[in-house]
Nanobody, 125 residues
Framework: VQLQASGGGLVQAGGSLRLSCAPS??????VGWFRQAPGKEREFVAT????????RYADSVKGRFTISRDNVKNTVYLQMNRLKPEDTAVYYC?????????????????????WGQGTQVTVSS
């Protein structure tokens, strides 16, 4: 199983980046994006089920970030607009197929069984 995340980089505040994640090796029921800033715990950013009809965002990114999926390319994207310095972090793609993916648990790290390597996003002020 592989979750190859890419698309990070350095951008000025107010700019945009698009992260990509291509899960492979098995079928997943849901995918998510998390991030971890220096000295902080890893936190939930966004998630969607594989059908694409259940999407959730952290309050801190709602209205600025969009999670989406390309069925043909089997790739999940995180479009990040109006980036802020506080968005600086290593961003991780995660996926799972368990039964704990509920409306009260979708943001929990333990619900996701597979994790990709992170991609660094740095937003300068």
């Amino acid at each position: 199983v592989q979750l190859q995340a890419s698309g990070g980089g350095l951008v000025q505040a107010g700019g945009s980046l698009r992260l990509s994640c291509a899960p492979s090796g098995r079928t997943f029921s849901y995918v998510g994006w998390f991030r971890q800033a220096p000295g902080k715990e890893r936190e939930f950013v966004a998630t969607m089920n594989w059908r694409g009809d259940r999407i959730r965002y952290a309050d801190s990114v709602k209205g600025r970030f969009t999670i989406s999926r390309d069925n043909v390319k089997n790739t999940v994207y995180l479009q990040m607009n109006r980036l802020k310095p506080e968005d600086t972090a290593v961003y991780y793609c995660a996926a799972g197929a368990g039964t704990n993916y509920t409306s009260s648990h979708y943001h929990l790290l333990r619900v996701y069984d597979y994790w990709g390597q992170g991609t660094q996003v740095t937003v300068s002020s």
